[in-house]
């Protein structure tokens, strides 16, 4: 299941995307990558997730009849 940042605010997308472009670097860095640095890169990006606080304004959904 995709995540979509509208349905989240903006700040709380924000902290999750950091974390999960953290993770992403941490991966692609194959010289300095250790299981400490892949660890915290795992639980940064799961309490990001965990935070994400949902939009209250609701989406406009278009319809074409």
């Known amino acids: 299941l995709a995540l979509n ?4 605010t903006p700040a709380s997308w924000s902290e999750y995307s950091g974390a999960l472009d953290a993770a992403i670097s941490t ?18 990006l799961a309490s990001a997730k965990a935070a994400l606080v949902l ?5 406009i ?3 074409s009849t």
């Open 5 to 8: 940042a509208t349905d989240y």
């Open 27 to 44: 991966e692609a860095d194959i010289t300095h990558v250790n299981q400490a640095n892949i660890d915290n890169a795992v639980s940064d």
């Open 55 to 59: 939009d209250p304004t609701p989406s």
């Open 61 to 63: 959904i278009s319809t």
